[in-house]
């Protein structure tokens, strides 16, 4: 079949941040589909900045192994503000339908959010020329922006409220990435049959325990004798790092412990002021890393972080970070309820803390450091659970039957009522 898809932030294993769609199209090519990928021109934690002028960038086509990638006009300067996110939304919600008319017709388009903008504008080319549309909803907007108090403009809810209801009532299938997301949805009245759970997968020929890469990572960086607590991922909103730099303050009489943040997003200037301003001298800020070496700078901790803000929303989120660390055989500290904390408890990966409880945190950090044989426990619990539960071949398989059954016609479905009035 002939499948397109539709990701603002598409990008390889040379680039940091997750690659899971990335993985998902090299896959769908190799099982003998034709892919193409609709895609702005940065990743999410990659700030190139583009040297060639606006119009020669409106679209541009690449191969990256068996796929074809359409990058479109997309405005690069995400991370400066929320305005700045907003406008490379709405950059890329205008340029993406060129990318989808350029190509020939594909059979399904599959369509991944947030950002939900661009599904929309995606959405208007499926109906022209009468293409099967499946959404992947990655994170609930706008509720969790909301929920974060990042959207307040109560014009603008209503108008990315009904884009959700249109595009769930006109989409041939939803995937959801969490247990939490598909339940959230199937309450708002949309069929269970319509809503296919398919969670994110971890490569154990990528990601896995590499002593001799942590080696090289704590000698380039000067890390021996330190005790490494990584936070590894996003530096945005939702991510909650001020509880970590709440934590190091109260560790600073810790000399051997080293708070290490790898990462970028909207908040890092804002983290990096604060590590300044409180002379956070245990706290080290890095660049995001390609997702080719992640595992090494994993593998170099002693024991890694998973923080999300407090809000209700967050309790059906699965970070990918967290399962990265498993496959890495690193224990974890997860300050997140609901379904991340369920996957810690049931791995017996690591240690829970209260979202924003700092003092609690630094006990657990001391603990777990001076607890070597519990440390490592959890580290191999985590392992084993990770590669039984979460295999990426498997989550891999699941999206291919879905959209094959999509344009097989195996799942046309009725929408709820609207009840937004």
């Not at 804002?270 to 080719?292: C, G, H, I, Q, Y």
């Not at 630094?362 to 603990?367: E, H, I, Q, S």
Request: glycine share 8%.
């Amino acid at each position: 079949m002939k499948v397109a898809v539709v990701y603002q932030y598409f990008q390889g294993h040379g680039a940091p941040g997750h690659s899971l769609i990335y993985e998902l199209t090299q896959h769908l090519a190799e099982r003998g589909h034709e892919v193409t990928v609709i895609s702005g021109e940065t990743g999410y934690m990659k700030r190139d900045t583009p040297t060639l002028p606006w119009y020669r960038r409106m679209v541009r086509k690449e191969r990256d192994g068996q796929v074809t990638v359409v990058r479109t006009f997309t405005y690069s300067e995400l991370h400066r503000s929320f305005f700045g996110r907003l406008m490379s939304f709405l950059s890329f919600s205008l340029s993406c339908p060129a990318g989808l008319l350029s190509i020939d017709k594909p059979d399904v388009v599959l369509a991944s959010s947030p950002p939900i903008f661009p599904m929309f504008s995606t959405w208007l080319v499926c109906k022209l020329r009468g293409i099967p549309f499946v959404l992947e909803v990655r994170d609930l907007w706008p509720a969790s922006a909301v929920q974060m108090g990042i959207l307040k403009n109560r014009q603008l809810i209503g108008v990315m409220s009904w884009m959700e209801r249109l595009l769930y009532n006109q989409s041939s299938r939803i995937i959801a990435l969490t247990e939490g997301i598909r339940d959230d949805i199937c309450a708002r009245g949309w069929p269970e049959r319509k809503v296919e759970l398919v969670t994110c997968g971890v490569d154990v020929d990528r990601l896995y325990p590499d002593e001799a890469g942590a080696a090289f990572v704590r000698e380039r960086h000067g890390w021996q004798g330190r005790r490494i607590m990584l936070y590894f991922g996003a530096l945005g909103e939702a991510n909650n790092i001020p509880v970590i730099l709440r934590t190091a303050q109260r560790m600073r009489d810790r000399h051997d412990v080293l708070f290490v943040l790898i990462g970028d997003g909207m908040k890092r200037q804002a983290t990096e002021r604060e590590v300044s301003s409180l002379a956070l001298a245990n706290v080290v800020m890095l660049p995001p890393v390609p997702k080719d070496d992640a595992r090494m700078y994993i593998s170099a901790a002693d024991a890694c972080l998973v923080t999300l803000r407090d809000i209700p929303l967050f309790d059906g989120a699965i970070p990918t970070k967290l399962i990265d660390y498993m496959a890495c055989g690193k224990p974890v500290l997860c300050g997140v309820r609901g379904e991340a904390q369920r996957i810690v408890e049931d791995a017996a990966a690591g240690l829970i803390f209260e979202p924003d409880d700092d003092e609690h945190l630094a006990g657990l950090v001391a603990g777990i450091l001076d607890d070597g044989s519990a440390a490592a426990r959890m580290g191999r619990d985590g392992l084993a659970y990770v590669r039984s539960r979460f295999p990426a071949s498997r989550m891999r398989t699941q999206m291919e039957v879905a959209l094959i059954d999509v344009v097989q016609g195996r799942s046309a479905e009725h929408p709820p009522e609207d009840r937004s009035s």
